[in-house]
């Protein structure tokens, strides 16, 4: 279908003006943060800072003995703990499914994939008393699990499809050839997985970093709160007003998200209408 | 018969696999499986954080029906949900139709709507706070300078005005990845089918009613139920925009539950809460299947 010209400077005049509109909060918020505090709350809004000032970064990094910075440095550490054990756990998983069937398997395949039927926030009331039992509340540990238990189902999947999606014969072939099955995985079926894991691995990341409700409720120790709930309680209590310590923090905490959105956004589309089209 | 040997038989020639399988299991039994047998057990106790757990039998979900509150919790949901899901849905086919082109920049703009999704709820909700903001917030200044409006909004100040305002920051965070869903299914009709009813005489609209949506309704379901899922979970962005009020207004069944758990330590009362929860959650996701696999079928 030939499209007209007035078809298409509509196509690009309509999704530029679209796209200054999806743009616009974040951009503002940006420019907020980089004001100095004095112009933030005027009336009119001033749209540009009469000069740019990192001093909003520089304070909220080391106010209060830099607890924003323990905050991140928290998100980081349950963020690669939690893509750490559901790389390792999903890919030998995946494996299972896709190669290694034994009679009875499939009721561990439903029963992992039934974690996406039910929410885990049903199980917020006895997973809390369960953490308080095993000493795991307040504890990167115990985020890091149930992060992960709860991403298994999506990325067992992805990684049995990526698996599944590779000719059977390679594992027959190096199994005639004298290599054990944890060889195979290691050496062939890995190797040969990497859009499979990358898929998994930004999946993983955004889900971590972003999760706010079982970080709010399993960690609520200052010490070991994520960066979510930290911003939030900088507005909920003590910064309410203070929009330029807001807006820094919200920039601080996208900024991972949109770095790794941006380098990797190819996987990260492709697994998530991978469900989308058959 | 099965017998000892014969199970053990099973298991030393499934070895490999089970191993491979074990963290897996483990994880998904430990902290899936047991929290769910557990809150169903929960919910017929008045359940203690120390000391003797009473059994009730239905008595916490006799109070559940009693409880103005939890009706309001369960009402505002829904409510909420009406209302987003449209939103979400019309902006987002409307993208994916606008995108739906070869022509060059498309994957810059495509990017581009997706960027919000990529945000946690959490910021996005502190990133409209400031712009909802009743003295200096960049929304009353527009609408004013440009005439709409002759005093500020308090854009979260009544229930309604905050459901409103709420959804459209859900709107603008969510329907990028409602147009993914439904872009790939309108990338997934073949060319042919356009060119023959173009062929036949068909119109654009008639294109559009008679072969895209046909061809890609399996997809829209997908990308229906999935917001509509997610809106039926919403907690974050009440939780950070307006705390469920004003007067508990805007109170998600989410947030009823966390606060009947961890603020009012009712832990047998918040379990029946979660079960209701989890039965609507589970009819929604049946009824998704369905629709899928009846459309397979044909």
Known sequence: MKLKKWQVVGFYLTNTLLAIAFLAPILWTLMTSLKPTHQILTYPPRLLPERFTLEHYRTILSVNDAEFLRYVVNSLIVTSGTIFVVIVVSSLAGYAFAYLRFPGINVFFVAILATMMVPFQS?????YGFMQKIGLLNSYFGLVLMYSTFQL??????????????????????????????????????????PGFATVLVYSFMTSWNEFLMALTFNSNVKVQTLQVGLTNYYLSRYRTSWEMITTGSIITMIPVLV????LQRYYVRGLTSGAVK | MPNLYSIQRFFSKHRTGMLFLAPAVALNLVFFIQPLIRVIQMSF?????????????????QRLVNDPLFWRALSNTVIYTLVVTPGIFLLALA???????KLPGTNVFRTIYFVP???????????????????????????????????????????????ISVSLMVVWKTAGFSMMILLAGLQGVPVQVYEAASIDGASTRQRFLYVTMPMIRPTFI?????????????FDHFHVMTQG?????????????????FEYFNLGYGSAMSIVLLVILIVLSVIQTRFLDSDNVE
Request: charged residues 10%; positive net charge; contains cysteine.
């Open chain 1, 123 to 127: 199980l917020l009331i006895p997973l």
């Open chain 1, 153 to 194: 189902p999506f990325c067992v999947f992805m990684m049995r499809n990526s698996f599944a999606s590779l000719p059977p014969s390679l594992r027959e072939s190096a199994l005639l050839d004298g290599c054990t099955e944890a060889q195979v995985f290691r050496k062939i079926y890995l190797p040969l997985s990497l």
């Open chain 1, 260 to 263: 790794v959105f941006f380098v």
């Open chain 2, 45 to 61: 106790y008045n359940w203690r954080v120390i000391g003797t757990n009473k059994f009730l039998g239905l008595g916490n979900y």
């Open chain 2, 95 to 101: 993208l994916a139709l606008l995108l739906n082109r």
């Open chain 2, 117 to 163: 999704v990529a945000i946690s709820f959490v910021v996005s909700s502190l990133v409209w706070l400031w712009i909802f903001n009743e003295l200096y917030g960049i929304l009353n200044y527009g609408l004013s300078s440009l005439g709409l409006i002759s005093s500020r909004i308090s854009w979260l100040g009544s229930t309604w005005m905050a459901r």
């Open chain 2, 222 to 234: 997908l990308a229906l139920m999935i917001s509509l899922i997610g809106s039926f979970l919403a």
């Open chain 2, 245 to 261: 009020g004003p007067a508990n207004g805007t109170l998600t069944i989410v947030m009823y539950i966390f606060r009947t758990g």
